[in-house]
């Protein structure tokens, strides 16, 4: 058994301190809030998990919701070049459901459940001299502490890191009010919307502290874009209202749906940016010893994939099995570097990569896998080959090292759509041009494009 730290109880630091506990460890968590705190904070993000995420909650019974919750079942993406003009769109399905739970719900409980189950929780906020004598005490200690001043006890890694500064400015709200599905679409999907000039606006399923089932809606602004009209928001009924304004400007074809949201409660909601960012997992306090960083302090990713809570789960995963294999040696700088480096081979850079990717112009050869998908609908019984295409473009939210890769090089790309719809590559994109020309000569005379699933 090891005296394992833990620093921070957001969502990462509490799946840590549950697994280590499990093997047996003796884990002492720092929180700066109490369980009752959380109810009353502001959320640290929305979180939506995917089924690899959720096999660990599963493992570790911290799986409390899955009977009440709203499940999503997959992705509808719309493609627009311009304002109201839907250029094309995609409805894939996750091979399992994926879930978002309040994360201000899921700390409270699983921060009781860690002392109901012989965990240890003291109620501080930790300083840098603080953390001397707490690594003193342990044989590792684990800085979870997401992007708060503690992080920058780890140095950005300058080769990996892509951006030095923000790609987006966010604006999130949880809402209720509004229906827990859309007419004529077989899934409960997360709706994403992309504007290459404006940026992107999704809303996912979501179950919230207070008002169980109900939506969590994110814009994504480009920086000076259109959409960056939230920075100054004082409240979250102002930011509900200036999402309102996007949605009818924007997106008209779900105005209606989100006429009627409100706020689901005053905390619920958030305006800030998140610079992209791998920092090196191995932080040295002023009397040299080695601290470890894990979840949102080791990488922070711009919340457009959806990718920074499944991301640290992962690493969560990784750091249970190298814990496990190291027997009783001490857990030193090359430890943890070898831990991270085993994670970030496996999922770290996959994730990294396809998070960017969706903050880049999209490539030529994603445009070529979104034409060859055209027309798929989500329909559980639809077998086809761009259904296929559809789904593992969505499968790929749940483990990035399965699309990722070949998404980022075109003749993977073209191998891919072949292979997947048994025929040439060129005739499955041109098929999904000619429908997609359709749709834009018909909207340009004020009809309705007919994107599936109404119509092909
Ligand atoms: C708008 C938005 C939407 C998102 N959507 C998704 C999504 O759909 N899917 C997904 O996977 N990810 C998403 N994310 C990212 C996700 O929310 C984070 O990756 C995740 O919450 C990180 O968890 P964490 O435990 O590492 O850090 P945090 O959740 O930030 O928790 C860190 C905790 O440490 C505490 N702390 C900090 N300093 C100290 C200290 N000195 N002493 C004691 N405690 C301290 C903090 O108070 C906090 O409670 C989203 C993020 C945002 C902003």
Redesign the pocket.
């Known amino acids: 058994m090891r005296k394992i730290a833990i620093?921070?109880?957001?969502?990462?630091?509490l799946v840590a301190a549950h697994g280590l506990l499990k093997a047996g460890h003796q884990v002492t968590l720092?929180?700066?809030?109490t369980p009752e705190q959380w109810l009353q904070s502001k959320p640290?993000?929305?979180?939506?998990?995917f089924e690899l995420s959720l096999q660990l909650e599963r493992e570790l019974g911290l799986n409390h919701w899955d009977e009440q919750l709203p499940w999503g079942e997959g992705a509808h993406l719309t493609v627009c070049p311009t304002p109201r003009n839907r250029l094309l769109t995609l409805t894939g399905r996750t091979s399992r459901p994926f879930q978002?739970v309040d994360?201000r719900l899921q700390?409270h409980r699983w921060m009781n459940d860690l002392v109901a189950r012989g965990g240890r929780i003291e109620i501080?906020?930790?300083?840098v001299q603080r953390l001397e004598e707490i690594s003193a005490a342990h044989d590792l200690t684990l800085v979870?502490?997401?992007?708060?001043?503690?992080c920058r006890l780890f140095e950005r890694d300058a080769a990996r890191s892509v951006y030095d500064a923000p790609q987006r400015q966010?604006a999130?709200v949880f809402m209720r009010g509004v229906k827990m599905r859309f007419d004529g679409l077989p899934i409960v999907p997360v709706k994403f919307n992309v504007f290459p000039e404006a940026g992107e606006i999704f809303y996912?399923p979501y179950f919230h502290k207070d008002v169980g089932p109900s939506w969590s809606a994110?814009v994504e602004a480009r920086p000076g874009g259109p959409f960056d009209r939230f920075r100054d928001a004082k409240s979250g009924e102002e930011v509900v209202e200036r999402m309102k304004g996007v949605f009818r400007e924007f997106l008209p074809w779900d105005a209606d749906w989100f006429q009627s949201a409100e706020l689901s409660d005053p905390q619920g909601w958030?305006v800030?940016a998140?610079t992209p960012t791998v920092r090196r997992p191995v932080g040295r306090l002023p009397s040299g010893r080695e601290v470890m960083a894990?979840?949102?302090?080791a990488m922070s990713?711009d919340?457009i994939g959806?990718?920074?809570?499944?991301?640290?789960y992962k690493q969560v995963r990784t750091l249970l099995e190298a814990v496990a294999e190291h027997g009783d040696r001490p857990f030193d700088a090359a430890w943890m570097t070898a831990t991270f480096e085993r994670f970030y081979a496996r999922h770290g850079l996959a994730t990294y990569t396809f998070n960017n990717l969706l903050l880049e112009p999209i490539t030529a050869a994603a445009r070529e896998l979104l034409m060859a998908q055209y027309g798929s609908d989500g329909r559980a019984d639809n077998r086809s080959a761009i259904q296929r295409l559809a789904d593992a473009f969505t499968e790929n939210f749940n483990d990035p090292a399965t699309l990722t890769p070949v998404v980022q090089d075109s003749r993977r790309t073209r191998d891919f759509i072949a292979k997947t719809t048994g025929g040439a590559w060129l005739k499955a994109v041109a098929r999904g041009g000619l429908h997609v020309a359709r749709g834009q000569f018909l909207q340009k005379f004020g009809r309705d494009p007919r994107h599936p699933p109404q119509a092909v």
């Open positions: 620093i921070g109880s957001g969502v990462v630091g720092y929180s700066d809030r640290t993000g929305s979180a939506a998990r978002g994360v700390s501080e906020s930790v300083t979870a502490a997401g992007r708060a001043e503690l966010l999130m996912m994110l958030l800030g998140v894990l979840g949102d302090t990713l919340p959806g990718q920074g809570a499944n991301n640290g």
